[in-house]
Every structure is written in C-alpha cells, then in structure tokens.
C-alpha cells in the first residue's frame, strides 16, 4: 500500500512539528506586541501546518499497518474525515433533531419499527439514537467505517442508498441522510427522495442536512471535500421534499457562525441546514 512507507516518516515528523509550532506561536506573538498589535507581511503570507495525515492516523480505529491495500480509497476518506469533521462536534451538533423524532406518533406503526440513517458513517447519529432508546439502522457504503460499525455493535448495512432502499421491504418511522446530499449527482438524489417517501411509515420524517451555501464560511470550505458534488440552496431542497410528497417542510438551520461573522439575514450565519419533511 502506497501509505506503509510514509507512517513512520510521519511520527517522526509529529514532536518536531509540534515543537516548531510552539516556537512559531510565541515568536509570532512577540512581533505582534512589538509592532503593537500590526504585523506586516510584506507581498506574501505563508503558513506553516502540522501533517494532516499524522493527525488522521491517531484518530483511526486500529493500527494504520492493519488495513489492507485493497481498502486504500476508504482509508484514504477515513482519514480525511478524522482531520476535518470532529467527531464530537458532529454529535453534539446532531442532537438538534431528536426533539422532531421524538414527536411522531408511532402508536400507529408496527411494533419496534427503526429509523434509517443512510450515509451514518462513524455513527455519531447512531449512537444518539441509541441513547434516545430509538431503535436505528445504519446503512454506510465505506467497508471501513462499516465494519467499525458493526465491531461497536450497531446494526448497519454496507450499501448505497438507492440499492438498499430498493432492496429492503422494511419501512421505517424515518429517514435521515446527514451531510450526504451534496455527495450525489441531481438524479441520483431524486431517485433517493423518491424511494424514501415510499419506505417512510405514514406520520414519518424525513431528515436531510448538508452544507448551508448563505454561509461565505460554509461555502468556502465546500470544495475540502473532494467528492462534494454541488452545494444545494435550501429552497430547492424543500422543493424536491415536496414534489415527492413530503408536507410541512422546515428547514433547521445550524452551527451558528462566531459573533463577528455574522449578517443581518439569519440565513447567513449558519453553517449548515438541514430540510425536514412530513409524510401524512
């Protein structure tokens, strides 16, 4: 696998990059205080960064070593995912929809129906369900983050959502697909919309959140993830909502923007949103 030669490299890396950033800060803020508070950079700024794959591989299930070169391009994402979406960050951020769970009526859904997370990745949406008492299934098409999945003890299918929501005769009290939509292309998209209205108990939701392009913050960082396809308006998210059936759509915004990044328009100061859909 191309990544065996580079991990040691990296170790040996991490303590000297660490010890030069410290350095770096406490010179940098000595100029700051000498030039009171003004420093020029002249026709150039260069930035010195740690080793985003270093701080992956600490992040990661197992030994970096242990994964096979047949599992590169998973690994590869994984890794990024470790760097750039914070595990208890995303948690704690997604714990925002469960009020709107909480309030269907399952009284007229068959016993123990699930709620379907597409797209669950590391399971942080899993694992709130779970803690909720709110029985889940995940489905994940990385092998990696599935088979962590399935290691920790969570129910969950290595699929992608139109396959699975083709195959399955399940039919759930909701679907949620976090920071998935702008993954895909427009058809394939619909067919997803589409094909969870039909697996959606009567009184379900739908829950769809992606990255909120009012946000100059939001929208800067879009293309960081190099299989984001488009950003979506959330007016136009809301429509497809309702053209395949779902009422009563809102749309939730979140991850509210420091204080001095903020507009006058709400809409402007979250980084993501999420549009939420009610099947009668």
């Known amino acids: 696998m191309k ?4 991990e040691h490299e990296l170790e040996l890396k991490a303590d000297k990059s660490t010890l030069d950033l410290k350095f770096d800060t406490i010179e940098h803020e000595l100029e700051l205080k000498a030039d009171k508070l003004t420093v020029t950079f002249g026709d150039n700024y260069l930035e010195d960064i740690q080793s985003f794959l270093s701080e992956g591989i600490k992040r990661l299930p197992k030994s970096f070593k242990d994964y096979k070169e047949t599992e590169e391009k998973d690994l590869s994402y994984l890794l ?61 098409i990385n092998l990696i983050e ?31 697909a976090l920071q998935v939509v702008e993954h895909l292309e427009d058809a394939y998209l619909h067919n997803v919309i589409e094909l ?14 992606t990255v909120n392009p ?15 396809k488009k950003p979506i308006p959330p007016y136009r998210l809301a429509f497809l909502l309702e053209w395949y ?16 990044f903020r507009n006058i328009d709400p809409k402007y100061n979250y980084q993501d949103y999420a549009v939420i859909g009610e099947k009668s």
Not at 147 to 175: H, P, Q, W
Not at 214 to 223: D, E, H, I, T
Request: aromatic content about 14%.
């Open 245 to 260: 059936g779902f009422k009563n759509v809102k749309i939730l915004y979140s991850a509210l923007l420091p204080e001095n």
């Open 3 to 6: 990544f065996d030669t580079i």
């Open 146 to 176: 599935y088979n962590e999945l399935i290691r920790r003890g969570f129910s969950a299918y290595n699929d992608d959502a139109v396959s699975f929501l083709k195959k399955t005769e399940e039919k759930f009290m909701g679907i949620s």
């Open 196 to 209: 969870a209205f039909l697996k959606i108990q009567g009184g379900g939701l739908i829950i769809l959140e």
């Open 80 to 140: 990024f995912e470790n760097v750039f979406y914070d595990h208890d960050i995303v948690k704690e951020k997604q714990k925002c929809y469960i009020p709107f769970i909480k309030k269907i009526n399952t009284a007229d859904m068959p016993p123990n129906t699930s709620w379907l997370d597409i797209g669950c990745g590391r399971g942080e949406f899993l694992n709130i369900l779970n803690r909720e008492n709110i029985k889940s299934l995940g489905v994940e």
């Open 214 to 228: 009012y946000s100059f913050v939001g929208l800067a960082n879009f293309y960081m993830d190099e299989t984001h």
